[in-house]
Structure formats: C-alpha cells, structure tokens
C-alpha cells in the first residue's frame, strides 16, 4: 500500500461510520473512532452501549453492517500482527485443560505458525511475560484453577508477549482482586510509557479520570471523544447516560454552561 492509499496514517486507530446491528436493532449507529498513538484511551457508557461491540467490530469478530477500520493507516486485516486482544474473562472457557505457560505461549502462534512449536526461545518470551504480571509462580498452574484476578493477568500475559502495538482490552479490572487490579494498572502505564497505543473497555466512571488520558463516550452513537478532561463533562454524561443524578452528580463532574 503506498503513502497515498494510507487512511489517517498518524492515528494509532481510525474507525469510520461503523454500524452493526443485532436483527433490526443497531449495537452501534454510524460511529466515528479516532485514538491517536501512545494513549490509554476507556470506552464508557452504559450497559448496552455497545462498547465491546464497538471492541469485537473492529477487531473482525463481529461482522459490521457498514463502515471501514485503519490501523496505523492500514485495513486491519493487514495489522493483524500488531494487535493484541484480552477479552472478557466471562467469554473464555477456563475449564479447557491447558497450562498458565502454554495460554501465554500461544500467543505468538501468529509468528510461529501453527505447524512449527515454541522452542527455548518462545517459552523464554513467555516467561518473561509471566514475569511482569506478577504471575511467574503459576507457570505450571491449571488455568481453571486460578482466581479470577490471576486468569485476567494470564491472558494479558498473552497479549503482551505479541509485542503489539495497539492492544485492545475489555473490561480487564471487572471482579478482579486488588492485588490483581494494581498490578494490570501497572503493565498499562507500562506498555503506554513504551509508546504503544490501548483501548480499553472500562466500566467504573468514577476512576476514568484518574487511570486514562483519553476516552470515548459511546451509547449506540459516539457522543464524544479526545482527551478525559475534555469529554468527562456533565453534559457529556448526560447525553450518554441520561438522567442518572447519581454519576451526574459524581465527584468532579464539572457542570456546563448555567449547570442545569
């Protein structure tokens, strides 16, 4: 693909008009997407919003009605490498009789190809994963037999050991341990500080502002997006949430113009 042909190549992710639908009902209605590189950017809004669909429909998991997806300029079928997915934990099968160490590892079967086995090599990038979510002890350990905190720090294991650029999370902190939580914070700032680009599907309101820099208010529609302390408004929220005086009258929510 030359220069020419790149779609909003400066931006990490550029989404246009993307639309999908459940039967007659849209999930998601014309949505515009841009995130810039280097940002940790939440998707919020409430539930039913299509926030993961918003997730699954970019990465080709969902079939869209309408619209176009560009990583770093390119179809995504074409940066299909350079992306790293941790889905909801509900949505995993954690009964699947398989090793903390071999969940990591297959990770970079998209490198390895399915025909050819993790060597030294491979297992290396996997411990050194483990490593840094804390859960090297469990390298041996049955996945189903983890907390629910430590099969969260698994699968980010996982996406980590990608070496992506642009990683998708959704809802990495729901019902997770404290312990769990702080050290998947952890790992993001890292991975932020290290240039690469996530968005994540977050569903607590109130710590939007104190974990991400950049956020995405949807609900079917885009309502906002850019910087957190430029869309986390109280007429923002409004129009995402409605009527909600509860997180309406959420520490820190700014009122807008007269306030009403």
Request: charged share 25%.
């Amino acid at each position: 693909m030359t220069p020419e042909h790149l779609h909003e190549p400066d931006l990490a992710i550029h989404v246009e008009d993307l639309t999908v639908s459940y039967g007659a009902k849209p999930a998601l209605w014309d949505v515009d997407l841009d995130v810039p590189p280097g940002v940790m950017a939440a998707i919020v809004g409430p539930n039913g919003a299509g926030k993961s669909t918003l997730l699954k429909a970019i990465l080709g998991l969902i079939r869209p009605t309408a619209g176009h997806v560009y990583l770093k300029g390119k179809p995504y079928r074409e940066q299909r490498r350079k992306v790293g997915y941790v889905p909801q934990r509900s949505s995993v099968d954690w009964d699947f009789p398989t090793r903390v160490i071999d969940v990591v590892t297959m990770g970079l079967y998209g490198n390895l190809g399915w025909l050819r086995r993790p060597g030294k090599r491979e297992r290396a990038q996997a411990e050194a994963a483990l490593e840094q979510v804390g859960m090297a002890e469990y390298r041996d350990r049955q996945i189903a037999q983890l907390s629910g905190g430590q099969q969260q720090r698994t699968f980010l294991a996982r996406a980590l050991v990608q070496d992506a650029d642009v990683l998708f999370l959704d809802e990495p902190m729901a019902g997770v341990d404290a312990r769990s939580e702080a050290a998947i914070l952890e790992v993001m700032r890292d991975l932020r500080s290290n240039g690469k680009t996530l968005l994540v599907v977050h569903h607590d309101l109130q710590t939007v502002r104190t974990t991400f820099d950049w956020m995405v208010l949807l609900n079917v529609r885009m309502i906002a997006q850019g910087p957190v302390d430029e869309v986390y408004t109280r007429e923002n929220l409004h129009a995402a949430y409605g009527g909600n005086v509860a997180l309406l009258d959420a520490p820190g929510v700014e009122p807008v113009g007269n306030g009403s």
